[in-house]
């Protein structure tokens, strides 16, 4: 996904200002695809340019006034066909899973606490989304675009489950986190400091 698309189909939900947009980002599709507001901005202006946006008229001209957008021909066009296009899934870049790599040669001094640092994030973003989906997903709702939007949050309610799963496991397993394979290494080959 792009932000382009990202952009496109939140105007196609609902035309908004910029600031709109953003503040709508912050609270859906930036759960998934985050942005900054300024890159929202930016792309908004390209998207101008490229003819698949436009801002509305306004009914009192005034400065200052914030510009609404809506999607074009063009843009609804060019949505349609990059949902259409097949993506390859992408490389998971997690930097904790490379600090987890680095403390099996390096030691893991202050892993413990980061991992359950990380545990209370995903329990706390788990929690938003449960909340979510029972305000916003009732049974009652069946109409194709909102099982797709409830299908995007079980996504992102099977993601933190996972890694709330995960993560209690590793804590589990690391037992002693802060012990560093150095030490490990030199307390084994230590008698005075292996325990009968």
Known sequence: MSLPHAILTALL???SSGLEL????????GYFWSSTHQQIYREL????????IRELPSAQPARGQKKEYEVLPA???????WVALPEDPRPVRDPLL???????VVGAPGLGAELG?????????LAEYQEIEERDFTPARTADEDRLRHLVLRGGIDLESF????????IDDLGEPDRSPDTA????????AQTP
Do not use: N, V, Y
């Open 75 to 81: 843009g609804r066009k060019e949505l349609a066909a």
């Open 98 to 104: 490379l600090r987890m790599r680095a403390a099996a």
């Open 22 to 29: 953003t503040r709508r980002f912050d609270r859906s599709i």
């Open 45 to 52: 202006g390209k998207l101008e340019q490229a003819g698949r």
């Open 163 to 170: 890694w709330i799963g995960w993560l209690t496991r590793a």
């Open 185 to 192: 290494a030199e307390t084994a080959g230590d008698p005075a």
């Open 13 to 15: 939900e609902k035309p």
């Open 117 to 125: 640092r990380h545990l209370g994030l995903h329990q706390r973003q």
